[in-house]
Nanobody, 122 residues
Framework: QVQLVESGGGLVQPGGSLRLSCAAS????????MGWHRQAPGKEREWVAT???????NYVDSVKGRFTISRDNTKNMVYLQMNSLKPEDTAVYYC????????????????WGQGTQVTVSA
């Protein structure tokens, strides 16, 4: 019914930038909070940033001042602009969204994308 697809990952040198995109599609009635998580090899999945439907944003301390989350409600998309990347940012990045579907407009469910790899290395 609902699908989230990330794009924009890749290999970048330390200090470089990448912009991740995530498109939500399917039987969507509305989208509440959208966000990004990441999972590095051998580590648990970590929350990175969220953006509400009112455009309020929050970030994990380790990315504050370097990453910017944004969304385009007309396109059902969320973005993560990542600047000044560090090797410790290397991870698979997942987007997620709280969505009301057209068949269940009175409750939300959390959907996840399949992930996109970000590697920061010289």
């Amino acid at each position: 019914q609902v699908q989230l697809v990330e794009s924009g990952g890749g290999l970048v040198q330390p200090g470089g930038s990448l912009r991740l995109s995530c498109a939500a599609s399917g039987s969507i009635f509305s989208i509440n909070t959208m966000g990004w998580h990441r999972q590095a090899p051998g580590k648990e999945r970590e929350w990175v940033a969220t953006i509400t439907s009112n455009m309020d944003t929050n970030y994990v301390d380790s990315v504050k001042g370097r990453f910017t989350i944004s969304r385009d409600n007309t396109k059902n998309m969320v973005y993560l602009q990542m600047n000044s990347l560090k090797p410790e940012d290397t991870a698979v990045y997942y987007c997620n969204a709280e969505i009301r579907t057209r068949s269940r407009i009175y409750s939300t469910s959390t959907y996840w994308g399949q992930g996109t790899q970000v590697t920061v290395s010289a």
